[in-house]
């Protein structure tokens, strides 16, 4: 057994010494931003934009350097030393550019900065885009739950309410998933076991005449626990309480954040 220290200056020798492990090309390109560690120093923050970029960096598991003075508000400025992995930096952009004040615009500043040093690459950080093709790539994506059953006692007829049915349900979440794609972090995208747990929970502990109703409810849990745009909810009912031979009977509706 041999240990050997490997100090990792730059992507390009990142990806080189995973390479070498044996990794394919998409996991050095996913995991050499994790490798690269970075330390950035910032001068002369108001204590609200120090105390949030803290905070953001925090959670995507890099530190955050600030005066001491910011936390009791004993100063109104600091310098802010950052430090982390360009993963953690990537991420920490996307949550800056969701910020007001003025952290957008520093977001882009660390980005050029980084840039300017070498380590921006297109695998690492989100690519520039415009409005139009935002809005495109929001209405492609989407997480879909498909053929979720449960039993439940909904239904205008008394045999439905009192006996209960099978009901299948399939739910299509529209967000953007970019983020996700090339960060590889659950934080960024919507966690579909939750999304399952919310819809089992509504259909399982409430009782309804129509399964339209029935479809409002899991579409208003969903919008109300998760950060989505849109979200489709199909409700069927494959063996229904009326006479003729059908497969069954559904409804569908879109509904937006």
């Known amino acids: 057994m041999v240990i050997e220290y490997i100090e990792i200056k730059n992507l390009t020798e990142a990806s080189s010494e995973i390479a070498k492990i044996g ?18 120093k ?64 520093l977001a882009g500043q660390i980005q050029e900065k980084l840039k300017s040093a070498g380590d921006f690459i297109n695998d690492c950080f989100p690519p520039s885009s415009t409005p139009e093709s935002d809005q495109k790539d929001k209405e492609k994506d989407r997480i879909c739950l498909q053929g979720m059953q449960f039993y439940a006692y909904h239904g205008a007829s008394a045999p439905e309410r009192e006996l209960g049915q099978r009901l299948e349900v399939d739910v299509e ?62 409700i069927k009912k494959p063996g229904p309480f009326i006479p003729g031979c059908l497969s069954g009977v559904a409804v569908e509706i879109h509904r937006y954040q």
């Open 173 to 234: 979440i529209y967000s953007d998933l970019r983020a996700a794609g090339k960060l590889d972090d659950l934080v960024h995208t919507v966690n579909y076991t939750e999304v399952y747990q919310v819809v089992q929970e509504v259909v399982t502990n409430s009782s309804y005449n129509l399964i339209e109703a029935l479809a409002e409810a899991v579409a208003a849990a969903i919008l109300a626990r998760f950060n989505v745009a849109e979200i489709l909810v199909r």
């Open 23 to 40: 990794a394919d090309k998409v996991g050095c390109q996913v995991m050499a931003p994790k490798a690269v560690f970075r330390v950035i």
């Open 42 to 105: 910032i001068k002369d923050l108001t204590a609200t934009q120090a105390l949030i970029l803290k905070q953001e960096m925090l959670s995507q598991g890099g530190e955050a350097a600030v005066a001491r003075g910011v936390i009791s508000g004993a100063v109104s400025h600091t310098d802010v030393l950052l430090m982390g992995t360009l993963k953690q930096y990537a991420a920490l952009l996307i949550k800056l550019k969701q910020q007001s004040f003025g952290l957008a615009a």
